[in-house]
């Protein structure tokens, strides 16, 4: 009996080692089996890493890349933004300028489109003043008697003469038209020259004394010829014995009315 429960136990004992032998084994299979599952495993990732690491360290370069040319962008687009600047500020003076210069155009033209109408004006009335230069009147008449068979002028006429100048150099478009007048005694040669004497006495004090310009005067000397009255009697003859001075100008030089001398000078 104890001989049978020996080998019983000797039995179990060498089933429970054998046991522990293939568990063991299993064991150490299984745990190769899992490491090299594991090691596969490791290098499946660390190749995925790697390939990670690569392509971020790609997708870095490109955004470094990237990163520069925004940088450069942003550097042209400030160097534009400045000159944009300086453009806006240019054009703004450029526009005070135009403005300023538009001012200008307006004021010359405004001045000019005066200066125009004063033209017209003055263009009318020198067309009325040419329509009118052949239609010469008298302003004034003067008439200084001389004594017998003399040419020599008396100071009582002065101060007629006097305001005569005043006027004829006051009037730009006024004339003086002189008759040198004799009476009927005397052939007809020594009265004109008589006449002539009578009239240069006169010229002479009023431009010496007076003045007057000469190209305002004009001069005829008659003599005997168209009388101013008759020669019968003294007195006629001493009237006749004389000059005759009209100031005249064309007709648009007064408002007042005037007769037109037989002696006034075709311009």
């Known amino acids: 009996m104890e001989a049978r429960n020996g080998f019983w136990r000797a039995a179990t004992i060498t089933g429970m080692a054998l046991l522990l032998v293939g568990v063991s084994s299993g064991c150490v299979a299984t745990r190769k089996f899992t490491r090299s599952r594991v090691n596969e495993k490791a290098q499946e990732l660390n190749a995925r890493v790697d390939t990670t690491d690569q392509n971020v360290q790609t997708n870095t370069n490109q955004v470094q890349a990237h990163t520069g040319q925004i940088d450069e962008l942003n550097f042209v687009t400030r160097d534009h933004s400045g000159k944009i600047s300086t453009l806006?500020?240019?054009?703004?003076?450029?526009?005070?300028?135009?403005?300023?210069?538009?001012?200008?155009?307006?004021?010359?033209?405004?001045?000019?489109?005066?200066?125009?109408?004063?033209?017209?004006?003055?263009?009318?009335?020198?067309?009325e003043k040419f329509e009118n230069r052949n239609n010469y009147i008298v302003l004034s008449e003067e008439k200084i008697k001389f004594k017998f068979d003399s040419a020599t002028m008396d100071k009582t006429y002065f101060p007629a003469l006097d305001q005569l100048a005043q006027r004829l150099k006051g009037t730009p478009d006024a004339i003086l038209v002189m008759e040198g007048r004799t009476d009927s005694v005397g052939n007809d040669t020594y009265n004109i020259r008589l006449g002539e004497k009578r009239v240069e006495a006169v010229i002479r004090y009023l431009v010496v004394n007076q003045g007057v310009p000469m190209h305002k005067v004009y001069r005829m000397s008659f003599g005997e010829d168209n009388p101013l009255t008759l020669n019968k009697t003294r007195e006629e003859r001493a009237e006749n014995r004389a000059v005759v001075m009209r100031v005249m100008g064309p007709s648009f030089s007064t408002t007042s009315g005037g007769m037109v001398s037989s002696a006034a000078p075709t311009p």
């Not at 538009?102 to 005066?114: D, R």
């Open 88 to 127: 806006d500020s240019g054009l703004k003076q450029v526009d005070q300028k135009v403005d300023q210069k538009t001012q200008e155009a307006m004021s010359v033209g405004q001045g000019a489109q005066g200066t125009a109408d004063k033209a017209v004006v003055q263009v009318t009335s020198l067309g």
